[in-house]
């Protein structure tokens, strides 16, 4: 008769051993995470970065630089106020105005809106560069989207009507269209467009910088 000992202690010692390194695993991994919920500040705060820090990627071929910088659709860069005050007149080629004429002031506030339909921007406008590294875009022109008054600023302050004739129904209305024209032309004369530009470069140029681009130039 063969008897055999030492398997049923040999399999207890090893059971053990698996149970000691699990547990230890479980109490290392919860130690790991209460260290790096509270480190920070110092020395633990920097070790805890190294720890857990992630590494952003972007993108950055041409499609998708375009795509990126199409997403800001019409970007609004500058809006032009003004306050003025206009005048709309009718007259009779005949009569003098004290009889026949229609005059009225309108006291004005509105503003124009200009900026750049990025929508418009096409992959040839793109051009990468040094291994990704440089980028040149050309955007497309500024434009002046929008010149509207301001309805609950904008009123008649003044209006005299010839003895002779009523009051033209439309004068006020017409009047306020050539303000909307003037307000337009006054824009345009300081340089909106040009300004509109200059902030659309600057918005385009962060952009692209937080890309990951190290050189930009935006025309």
């Known amino acids: 008769m063969t008897t055999q000992y030492g398997s049923y202690g040999s399999e207890r010692r090893s059971s053990g051993t698996f149970f000691v390194v699990l547990l230890s695993l479980i109490l290392g ?15 633990f705060a920097r070790v805890a970065t ?19 910088i199409q997403r800001l659709n019409r970007l609004e860069t500058v809006v032009y106020s003004i306050d003025t005050v206009v005048e709309g007149s009718k007259s009779s080629a005949v009569l003098p105005d004290l009889l026949a004429g ?12 200009a900026g750049i339909d990025l929508s418009q921007l096409k992959p040839e406008d793109v051009r990468i560069d040094n291994n990704g590294q440089s980028i040149h875009v050309t955007l497309p022109a500024s434009q002046l989207f929008l010149t509207t008054l301001d309805n609950q600023h904008t009123r008649v302050y003044a209006r005299s009507t010839g003895i002779l004739v009523p009051a033209d129904q439309n004068l006020e209305s017409d009047t306020r269209v050539k303000a909307e024209q003037q307000l337009q032309q006054s824009a345009l004369a300081d340089g909106i467009l040009d300004t509109a530009r200059k902030n659309a470069r600057a918005t385009v140029t962060t952009l692209l910088y ?6 930009v130039d935006v025309t």
């Open 50 to 68: 190294a720890i857990t820090g992630r590494t952003t990627t972007f993108d950055t071929s041409v499609p998708a630089v375009v795509q990126r």
């Open 29 to 43: 991994a919860a130690a790991l995470a209460v260290f790096l919920r509270h480190a920070t500040t110092g020395i």
């Open 210 to 215: 937080s890309l990951g681009f190290h050189q």
């Open 102 to 113: 229609d005059r009225l002031l309108l006291v004005v506030h509105g503003q124009s809106i």
